[in-house]
């Protein structure tokens, strides 16, 4: 109720909001000196930095998040087919300025740019590179909209809407720790040179109250070790591990909708010790569960008088529609050589995705972005080789039309290669893609009416009747608010329906 004659209905609403997303580069430097009972620098064959987050926090209105990274150099010393390697554990931490957030829920992902690595000397290693940080915060806005009201000739644009009436968020890191016997015939693990994970199966149920994820993911090491033969060689190994975890979500159940994320953060391979043929496999995984319920509600949209001057007060924007995950796949392929021309033997392949984007281009919705490639291997001589490679992957999908909200994440889910009749590797990745969007646009609401009484709005008394020709595109609310009369008026007036509305029809309009 106004103190000036109207009275107003209003709900009390909580939006969804991106406040904040944007991307954070943190440069990246380490000096290595090898410990006394490593062998002497020869070449350098790769440098790989897997940057995971391991904590973020917002206090004060700042973000402040911490990104683990296992930093891996492999080696060759002088005179010897031992592929060496020597890792470091980093941190580095970054502040952003967030602003206000209630209930804030946010999503952090990490990738190695430009990394290099140089030997000074035979005992010193140069790493330099960039980490570069997607960054986007999610917060919870109350708002009190206005769904009716009435007095001083208001006229009120009413919208039956769809959209999110309660969201609840909840994120947890969980690891994973198992042990297992190599399979027959495996040689013993002597140093790890690569440790992958791929999410091959994720699921989630709602259980007394509570979220339940479970799911698989399979892990894969390539090591160096010594064979029957007393000989130095790269093997691989594949173990699938099983996760499930229980998420406290306060108030969940049936009627909310899940989007629940899953994000490797972390996957290590320690060989058993003495005589044992053993491997004990650690996996830790960032868990991000977003549950919503939906709700049928009338917003306003717009508002006139046809008294007083009259405007919004203020405004919010709702996601309409429900959450929708659609799976979709891509693929890349790269040719990679070997640098004397000639590939004996491939001892490893793996891909890696970059970021992908979503835009719009000539009517289309594109997916893009590139896989980073790298193949270790013997060359015809037999010397230890590694070549890297990036090629670019698209996909063309077809959203309905009205969606909004929309975004998408990448993983490699498998790597192939074929070795062709020049010598080269020819290598393909395929990727799966998750695309997240709303089947509904966004739309206005009115949270409050500003009415300007001291300014009464005159009519022409010359006149009873006036004749309006419809414009293009134009509806009943377009021309009422035009001529300062009510939808209601003009439909009785012309004994019309809305859906019998033409362009450049010509209309009574009652003054």
């Known amino acids: 109720m106004m103190n000036d004659g109207t009275r107003f209905e209003t709900s009390e609403i909580s939006v969804a909001r991106t406040i904040l997303d944007t991307k954070a580069e943190i440069p990246m430097e380490r000096d290595i000196v090898l410990p006394d009972y490593y062998p002497d620098v020869f ?15 917002i206090s004060g209105g700042r973000l402040t998040f911490e990104i683990g990274m296992s930093l891996k150099v492999l080696y060759l010393t002088d005179g010897s087919r031992r592929i060496n390697c020597i890792e470091q554990q980093l941190s580095l931490s970054k502040t952003l300025e967030a602003g206000e957030c209630i209930s804030p829920e946010v999503h952090i992902s990490a990738e190695c740019q430009g990394i290099s690595c140089r030997a000074r000397g035979s005992r010193r290693l140069d790493v330099r590179g960039m980490v570069s940080a997607g960054i986007r915060i999610v917060s919870m806005q109350p708002h009190t909209i206005i769904t009716g009201g009435s ?7 009413r919208q039956t809407l769809t959209y999110p009436v309660k969201r609840l968020c909840a994120s947890k890191r969980i690891t994973v720790i198992q042990q297992t016997e190599l399979p027959e015939g495996k040689p013993a693990i002597n140093t790890v040179l690569r ?13 007394a109250g509570k979220l339940a994820v479970k799911g ?3 892990l894969t090491v390539l090591y160096a070790c010594i064979d029957s033969r007393g000989e130095d060689v790269v093997s691989e190994l594949r173990f699938d591990m099983p996760f499930s975890q229980i998420i406290d979500m306060d108030g969940i159940d049936d009627s909310f909708e899940v989007d629940t994320e899953v994000i490797p953060s972390g996957c290590t391979v320690t060989a058993g010790s003495g005589e044992e043929k053993t491997a004990e496999w650690e996996l830790s995984l960032n868990v991000t569960c977003i549950a919503e319920r939906s709700g049928t509600g009338v917003a306003v949209t717009d508002v006139f ?5 009259c405007e919004a007060d203020g405004t919010a924007e709702i996601y309409c529609g429900r959450r929708i995950r659609q799976e979709l796949s891509a693929a890349a392929e790269c040719t990679l050589k070997a640098p004397d021309g000639t590939v004996g033997e491939v001892c490893g392949c793996y891909a890696a995705c970059t970021r992908p984007t979503l835009r719009c281009e000539d009517g289309k919705t594109l997916i893009s972005g590139s896989a980073e490639f790298s193949v270790l291997g013997t060359g015809g001589e037999g010397g230890i080789f590694h070549a890297e490679g990036q090629s670019p992957y698209e996909a063309e999908i ?11 994440t990448a993983q490699v889910s498998g790597c192939s290669y074929v070795l062709d009749d020049g010598g080269a590797v ?49 509806d009943i609310w377009d021309i009422a608010k035009r001529c300062r009369t009510s939808p209601e008026a003009i439909l009785e007036d012309n004994e019309l329906t809305e859906e019998h509305m033409s362009a450049s029809r010509m209309l009574v309009i009652r003054n």
Do not use: F
Not at 45 to 51: D, I, M, Y
Not at 151 to 157: A, S, V, Y
Not at 199 to 206: A, D, P, V, Y
């Open 195 to 207: 440790c992958g994970c791929t999410l091959t199966r994720t699921e989630h149920r709602i259980v």
């Open 426 to 474: 020819r290598a393909k990745a395929e990727i799966s893609l998750t695309l997240r969007y709303r089947d509904g646009s966004k739309v206005t609401v009115i949270t409050g009416v500003k009415l300007d009484k001291s300014a009464p709005l005159c009519r022409d008394g010359r006149c009873a009747l006036r004749l309006c020709r419809c414009g293009e595109n134009e």
């Open 398 to 408: 077809t959203l309905p039309e009205g969606t909004s909200d929309a975004s998408v």
């Open 43 to 57: 070449r350098v064959l790769r440098c790989t930095a897997e940057p995971t987050v391991t904590s973020q926090s």
């Open 151 to 157: 007095g001083c000739g208001i006229q009120l644009r």
């Open 305 to 309: 008088s046809t008294d007083y001057p």
């Open 216 to 218: 698989e993911a399979e």
